[in-house]
Structure formats: C-alpha cells, structure tokens
C-alpha cells in the first residue's frame, strides 16, 4: 500500500505542452523506437504521473468519457487519491458489480466578448469572429454518452452532442490491457489527446476534439511500450470511394514522462483526379510531476507521391507548447502558444495564439474556466484584398477574445 498512498500525496493536473525540439530530444534519450503513431490518453498528465494506463481509471481503454470505479474516486476527491485509499478493495468491489449500463453528460456553456468591438454593425462574437459588436452566450457542448457492457470482454459506447452522433462503436478486449479492438464511429487518435477543439494546428489539419471518423482501431501496450494503429475512411474523395486513410503511434513512457510519434497517412485527389499521398507527421511529449505538467507536440505535413522525405518536401507546419499548474486541488492555471503554417511557400499565412487559462472546480462535478485569447498579428500579413481565404483573416490580424465557460459532468 505505501506505492498507494505516495499515489495519493500527488498532486495531479491537466495537460500543457513542451515544445518539438525537447520532445525529439527525449524520444531519441528515451530510445523507444518509434514509427508513425498517436498516444491514446485521455489526461495525459494523469497518466504520466500515476504511471497508469487509462483504462485504469477510464471504462474506455482509450480514455476520456465514463470513469470506472478508482477514476470516479479520483475525480470525486478533486482529482487526488484520498489517504485510506485501498487500490485491492476497490478493484475486489467492483469485480463483484458488474454495470450493465452507465450514462454521462457533459454540458458546455461559454460567454464568448471580443475585445476588437466595431459599433457599426451588428456582428456576433463567435470563436472565429472579428471585430464584432454583439457579445453572445453559446452551448458549447451536451454531450450525452451511454455506455452497455455486452459481455465480459465486449463494450458498446454511443454519444450524441446536440443531435449529432459523436462516438457509435464497439470496443472488443482481444488481449486484456494489452490489445483492443475499436469498430465504429470513433476520433481518430493522434497525437496528444486534446479536448480544446480551437487549438489552430489540430483544427489547421482536421484533427480537431469534434471531428469523427469511421474504421477500424488497435489500440494497447506492451509494458512501458503503447501503440495504437488506424484504418479509415478519411475526409478526401477518391475515385474509387474505398477506405483511404491510415494511421499509427508509439511511444512510451519512463517515470513522469510519454513521449512517442504519430503518423498519418491519407489519399487525397487533385483538380485532375490523379490520387496521390498525404502524410502528417506529428512528435509529442508530455511531462507531469508534483503539480506541474509541460506538454508538447510538433507537427509536419507533406503531400504527393510520398516515396521519400527531406526538409524541402514539408509544405505545412504547426506545434504548441505549454505549462499547466495545478495550486490547489480545485483550482489550476496554464498557458499554451501555438503556432499553425498552412502553406509555406505563402507569407504571412501563419496564425499564432497565446492562450491563458484559469480553471477552478467549484464542485464535484462542476468547474469554471476562464480563457484569454491573443491571437498575435503576422508582421508579414497582407493587405485584407490580396488574402483569398477570409477564415484567415481574424488569427492574421491578431483580434482578442475572452471566454467564460461553465463546464458540468454527471
């Protein structure tokens, strides 16, 4: 019990971000071997410092959604293990019950006020305004989540998000805590699990916390080794309509630290129907220790015939990095800078932002976040005329916004 109860004087927080060239630096110390993948963690940082697979807290072995028995502990005593903790009575109880069928919810609001206000129109502030006039209330998420244990080694999970289906798949045991198999609706996994669905360099590639995909997942570990591998059908068309995208990571993990590398591959289809390669390469390391977590991905895309690689073939690029601090049990702060490069050879059309958050659970199942954003202007922007994707416009010119969000989870 005393391995427990050093689990339980931790502190334990959220995750932040350490950037590419120290998350190369710790897979080539850590020497894990790594191929093209993504890290199936739903709080990283938790993970890091308990040095415990999700499913240990998680009934989804990938993480995030329903927490199974030690994780609503976890969560109940504001993400801490409580002293008289016992690992062996929980994991005895909870093998006696069995649920059939657990039930989430999870309700976002926010109040979203730009800070470039223009008084002459009437524009509503939204996470992509600019220079709005009308600040607004937005339903951020109701997401309801059901999950059925069909039998002892098959799970079933559906989720619906404000009348769309999020999550519809089946999650087989093949080798208990270390293969699982996905079949359904599901996110793909890449990189480090985000639940902030603005971060630019997910949403610059389409990864973002509310996209969704339909294939097949591998998913589990080996030790200190995890590894998931996906096949999909993408977002691209092909001639032949047929599935065309897959996906891989690996990586590992020694004391407080995960690190590993994930790899994308996608067929996309050119103006002349000529179908070519996609490849998105992202390294990503998380560190978490004592109430401190610094978190960390860099990521790289290159397109066409994909038979070799060097520096001069990356046409896009993005990363974050950041820290994240938990003071008290109930209340964390942290701060992220991303950077997303959609096109290299165009100047100017990188967005940067600096984010600042501030969180605090006033609850057991409720917290409040407040965020600031600075979405810092490009030296080398155009003028607004010569700029053809008008999306781009708000993150180049560097426009603030604040946003209070409520956050609840039953």
Same mark, same amino acid.
């Given at each position: 019990?005393?391995?427990?109860?050093?689990?339980? %004087?931790?502190?334990?927080?959220?995750?932040?971000?350490?950037?590419?060239?120290?998350?190369?630096?710790?897979?080539?110390?850590?020497?894990?071997?790594?191929?093209?993948?993504?890290?199936?963690?739903?709080?990283?940082?938790?993970?890091?410092?308990?040095?415990?697979?999700?499913?240990?807290?998680?009934?989804?072995?990938?993480?995030?959604?329903?927490?199974?028995?030690?994780?609503?502990?976890?969560?109940?005593?504001?993400?801490?293990?409580?002293?008289?903790?016992?690992?062996?009575?929980?994991?005895?109880? *909870?093998?006696?019950?069995?649920?059939? %069928?657990?039930?989430?919810?999870?309700?976002?609001?926010?109040?979203?006020?730009?800070?470039?206000?223009?008084?002459?129109?009437?524009?509503?502030?939204?996470?992509?305004?600019?220079?709005?006039?009308?600040?607004?209330?937005?339903?951020?998420?109701?997401?309801? *989540?059901? @999950?059925?244990?069909?039998?002892?080694?098959?799970?079933?999970?559906?989720?619906?998000?404000?009348?769309?289906?999020? $999550?519809?798949?089946?999650?087989?045991?093949?080798?208990?805590?270390?293969?699982?198999?996905?079949?359904? /609706?599901?996110?793909?996994?890449?990189?480090?699990?985000?639940?902030?669905?603005?971060?630019?360099?997910?949403?610059?590639?389409?990864?973002?916390? $509310?996209?969704?995909?339909?294939? #097949?997942?591998?998913?589990? $570990?080996?030790?200190?080794?995890?590894? $998931?591998?996906?096949?999909? @059908?993408?977002?691209?068309?092909?001639?032949?309509?047929?599935?065309?995208?897959?996906?891989?990571?690996?990586?590992?993990?020694?004391?407080?630290?995960?690190?590993?590398?994930?790899?994308?591959?996608? /067929?996309?289809?050119?103006?002349?129907?000529?179908?070519?390669?996609?490849?998105?390469?992202? =390294?990503?390391?998380?560190?978490?220790?004592?109430?401190?977590?610094?978190?960390?991905?860099?990521?790289?895309? @290159?397109?066409?015939?994909?038979?070799?690689?060097?520096?001069?073939?990356?046409?896009?690029?993005?990363?974050?990095?950041?820290?994240?601090?938990?003071?008290?049990?109930?209340?964390?702060?942290?701060?992220?800078?991303?950077?997303?490069?959609?096109?290299?050879?165009?100047?100017?059309?990188?967005?940067?932002? =600096?984010? =600042?958050?501030?969180?605090?659970?006033?609850?057991?199942?409720?917290?409040?976040?407040?965020?600031?954003?600075? @979405?810092?202007?490009?030296?080398?922007?155009?003028?607004?005329?010569?700029?053809?994707?008008?999306?781009?416009?708000?993150?180049?010119?560097?426009?603030?916004?604040?946003? #209070?969000?409520?956050?609840?989870?039953?």
């Amino acid at each position: 019990m005393k391995i427990y109860q050093e689990i339980a %004087l931790r502190q334990l927080q959220k995750q932040t971000f350490i950037g590419k060239y120290i998350s190369v630096l710790l897979i080539a110390i850590f020497g894990y071997g790594y191929l093209c993948v993504n890290s199936a963690e739903a709080l990283p940082e938790f993970a890091a410092e308990l040095e415990k697979d999700c499913n240990f807290c998680h009934i989804d072995p990938a993480g995030g959604g329903p927490r199974n028995r030690i994780g609503e502990i976890f969560e109940e005593n504001y993400f801490e293990f409580p002293e008289d903790f016992d690992i062996d009575a929980v994991t005895e109880e *909870t093998k006696k019950v069995i649920k059939q %069928l657990t039930t989430s919810l999870d309700l976002q609001t926010a109040f979203i006020k730009d800070l470039h206000t223009d008084g002459s129109d009437d524009a509503v502030a939204s996470c992509t305004s600019c220079h709005t006039s009308v600040d607004r209330f937005l339903l951020m998420q109701a997401e309801v *989540t059901f @999950n059925a244990q069909a039998s002892e080694h098959v799970r079933l999970t559906l989720s619906n998000n404000l009348g769309n289906t999020l $999550n519809a798949f089946a999650t087989v045991d093949a080798i208990p805590k270390h293969l699982y198999v996905k079949v359904g /609706k599901f996110r793909l996994p890449f990189g480090i699990k985000q639940k902030d669905h603005n971060l630019l360099v997910r949403e610059g590639y389409d990864l973002g916390s $509310n996209k969704r995909d339909v294939g #097949l997942e591998l998913s589990g $570990n080996a030790g200190r080794i995890f590894y $998931n591998a996906a096949y999909f @059908n993408g977002e691209n068309v092909t001639a032949k309509g047929v599935p065309k995208g897959g996906l891989g990571t690996i990586g590992g993990q020694l004391g407080p630290i995960r690190a590993g590398i994930s790899c994308k591959y996608e /067929k996309t289809s050119d103006e002349k129907q000529q179908i070519e390669w996609e490849r998105l390469v992202g =390294i990503f390391a998380t560190i978490s220790y004592s109430g401190l977590s610094l978190e960390g991905e860099f990521n790289f895309r @290159n397109r066409g015939k994909v038979r070799s690689f060097s520096v001069d073939d990356v046409d896009s690029k993005g990363y974050y990095f950041g820290a994240k601090y938990r003071i008290l049990p109930q209340l964390t702060v942290a701060g992220r800078y991303g950077l997303f490069d959609p096109d290299r050879t165009v100047l100017g059309d990188a967005g940067r932002r =600096i984010t =600042i958050i501030a969180k605090y659970n006033f609850m057991e199942n409720g917290a409040i976040s407040l965020f600031y954003w600075a @979405n810092l202007p490009n030296a080398d922007r155009p003028p607004d005329e010569e700029i053809n994707n008008k999306s781009m416009l708000r993150q180049l010119k560097g426009a603030n916004q604040v946003i #209070l969000m409520s956050h609840f989870w039953f």
